[in-house]
């Protein structure tokens, strides 16, 4: 499977308190995406790390990424209520187009 | 710069009826997707267009589910006949890059109901 899968499925945690989510894949790479999906404003594309790159940083967001262990990870930092959405990794073999896993839904509580 | 647009944003249709999704793309991608997203899933790719042509059809159940993209522009996705289990949201989405997945602009979809 392409896909990435998600961990934990949810995750509730209070305003201010930093939000950790998991993605692991099967396959070799080209690059690993992170979408964020809410009521509001829809899915939108958040950050793209490449193969090669181990740790990128957005704002409050801050991805990692582990070939070796085809693992990466999405830490948003001091969380706002505004945060609370699902939020899907899909990694880009290059061979097809993006397939995305069923998220982890998270919770901010103000 | 304007989003993806997509139209209509809510339908509710009887099992066996059919009915149509559009989808206007970013100006200038060249690369067009239509996902399924059924209720607490992720997005499942139906079909990816680069321009006018099809790249990635293998998930689309064609018995029942066609799409095109005329003039390599706008979009719209049929299902005919409808099932209840195509009760979900119809996303749109749309790349500026040939050939290569970096990042998607999605639209705000349209919500299927099939009763």
């Known amino acids: 499977s392409q896909q990435g899968e998600e961990d934990p499925q949810a995750l509730s945690i209070q305003e201010g308190e930093n939000a950790t989510m998991n993605c692991s894949y099967k396959t070799s790479i080209n690059n690993l995406q992170w979408y964020r999906q809410n009521s509001g404003r829809g899915l939108v594309h958040l950050i793209l790390?490449?193969?090669?790159?181990r740790e990128k940083h957005s704002g409050r967001l801050r991805v990692t990424l582990d070939t070796s262990k085809k693992s990466s990870s999405l830490l948003i930092t001091a969380s706002r209520a505004a945060d609370t959405a699902s939020y899907f990794c899909a990694p880009d073999t290059g061979r097809r187009a993006l397939t995305f896993g069923s998220g982890t839904r998270l919770q901010v509580q103000p | 710069e304007a989003g993806v647009a997509q139209s209509p944003r809510y339908k509710i249709i009887e099992k066996r009826q059919s009915v149509a999704f559009w989808c206007n793309p970013i100006?200038?991608?060249?690369?067009l997707y239509w996902y399924q997203q059924i209720l607490g899933q992720g997005p499942k790719l139906l079909i990816q267009?680069?321009?006018?042509?099809?790249?990635?059809d293998s998930q689309l159940p064609k018995d029942r589910f066609s799409a095109e993209r005329l003039k390599g522009v706008d979009s719209t996705l049929k299902i005919q006949p409808a099932k209840l289990e195509d009760s979900a949201v119809y996303l749109c989405a749309s790349s500026n890059v040939k050939g290569r997945n970096y990042e998607q602009y999605f639209g705000p979809g349209t919500r299927l109901t099939v009763t």
């Open positions: 267009f680069q321009n006018n042509g099809v790249v990635d």
């Open positions: 100006s200038g991608h060249a690369t």
């Open positions: 790390i490449r193969s090669n790159e």
